[in-house]
């Protein structure tokens, strides 16, 4: 039903409203809207009434995503299980220090070279070469000496190759074994592990694994530290680090230029020592790749 039409009102009678309407608006603005010398109790509860809106708009919003775990040396062992396991082929150079002694009387020897790999039905195909070099230094005089080392695995036969340079030896085995996804298992045998704070290796972060020889160990186990940098995208071995008895590096290991799943031809892989060269039978169990 519509409601009857009103006259207009004069200007007069409008203004009249106005003012009435005023009058009953201002006391419930004054009661809604307490000044600054209200009551104590007032101003309280105002504010707790505030921080309750808050705190359930708070409720309101997402929950924060769940934080990844903590990370330790288990944690790391899982995660560079994961990632070795895809990985079939790897390509990289080598370069090896190690420092004997201190000036004048002191042995540096520097080992350079290139290794390839690939695992094929658990079987290691493997080409290692290394030129190393022996400087002796001491107060009298100094002297330089150079030998070869390689290994050359096709999976059936494998060459081990070493001496000094012109006038190498051959040492002939069987084939190699796929190596462990799990790097860290052997060091678990007779090193007690930390995880270190991650650092860089060639602009790359790595886990860095601290390894520190177990009490009560052999005469002939290991009484060095270790430590290892590990590539967190890779999982691939990219520094490793012995620690002389004094604490300071003693063999700094830098694997560089590192290609992984790229492929290798298979005549890499594939060797015979020169007519008339010295073969010997020699154990290659030990052999594993370098990463």
Known sequence: MMCPRKPALTRREAARATARSAAIIRPMQARTNPPSRAPRAYRILVAGSALAVVAWLAGCEKAPPPTAPLETVDVVRKR????????????????????????????????????????????????????????????????????????????????????????PVFGRGGPLQAPSHDPLEPLMQKYDLSLLPSERVDGRPCWVIDARPKAGLKPTDPKLRVTRYYDRESGVLLRSIVWNTDGKPMTTTNHRDVKINEPIPPERFAFEPPPGATVFSTDVARIQPSY
């Open 80 to 167: 560079l299980i994961e990632l070795r396991r895809g990985i079939e082929s790897v390509s990289m150079t080598i370069d090896i220090v190690t420092e004997l002694g201190a000036p004048p009387s002191r042995n540096i020897i520097t080992t350079e070279g290139a290794e390839q790999s690939r695992v094929s039905a658990d079987k290691l195909l493997l080409r290692r070469e290394m030129l190393q070099t022996t400087r002796v230094d001491r107060p009298e005089s100094s002297n330089t000496v150079q030998a070869v080392q390689g290994i050359v695995s096709d999976g059936q036969v494998t060459w081990e190759i070493s001496g000094q340079r012109g006038s």
